[in-house]
């Protein structure tokens, strides 16, 4: 199975800050990744596919990059609407796995 | 549009069975495999499994092998995921999502509390 470590788990940063998230995979996943925002009480909600493509309707302050075992999520500019646990995923062999999540908190 | 709407949420002794249900619309449900994945309280995302709609055959985790059967019906559009045997640790919120690559599409999710 191939592992997924997210850094940090948790992080807390100001409106306005540029905020990164780091995934890693156990083995080469190539660009098959995809971040996930999760908000209280709600189901996951895509932003990125495939390392670094924008889900449509996602604001452009999230970006994502990487490939290979390295991949980070970026958030340019913070929101108070950005508070949430953020998730990575591979999805290039079964079993499909996540990372453990990052939770963002607003100072 | 494309939604996902999961059946209510359960309570369950344990040793008993529990039958989730995933209902499409918007789109043709044949053409695309159904993911089922569960989060206990607190904790991450935890794949069980997936469903091809148009074959009925699917492919579950090892840790579920045994335990856990998906089941389509094309007629209301509708997958199914069903757990026997539950204990305490099955407690969790069981989401379906639908397949296109990454995941663009969530049901609600389904709380399932295993509770003598």
């Known amino acids: 199975d191939i592992q997924m470590t997210q850094s940090p788990s948790t992080l807390s940063a100001s409106v306005g800050d540029r905020v990164t998230i780091t995934c890693r995979a156990s083995q080469s996943i190539s660009s098959w990744l995809a971040w996930y925002q999760q908000k209280p009480g709600k189901a996951p909600k895509l932003l990125i596919y495939?390392?670094?493509s924008l889900e449509s309707g996602v604001p452009s302050r999230f970006s994502g990059d990487g490939s290979g075992t390295e991949f980070t999520l970026t958030i340019s500019s913070l929101q108070p609407d950005d508070l949430a646990t953020y998730y990575c995923?591979?999805?290039?062999?079964?079993?499909?796995?996540f990372g453990g999540g990052t939770k963002v908190e607003i100072k | 549009q494309v939604q996902l709407v999961q059946s209510g949420a359960e309570v369950k002794k344990p040793g008993a069975s529990v039958k989730v249900s995933c209902k499409a619309s918007?789109?043709?449900?044949?053409?695309?495999?159904i993911h089922w994945v569960r989060q206990a309280p607190g904790q991450g995302l935890e794949w069980m499994g997936i469903i091809n709609p148009s074959s009925g055959s699917a492919s579950y985790a090892q840790k579920f092998q045994g335990r856990v059967t998906m089941t389509r019906d094309t007629s209301t559009s509708t997958v199914y995921v069903e757990l026997s045997s539950l204990r305490s640790e099955d407690t969790a919120v069981y989401y379906c999502a639908r397949d296109q690559g990454a995941w663009g599409q969530w049901g609600q999710g389904t709380l399932v509390t295993v509770s003598s």
């Open positions: 918007g789109y043709t449900f044949t053409s695309y495999y």
């Open positions: 995923q591979q999805y290039i062999s079964y079993p499909l796995t």
């Open positions: 495939k390392a670094s």
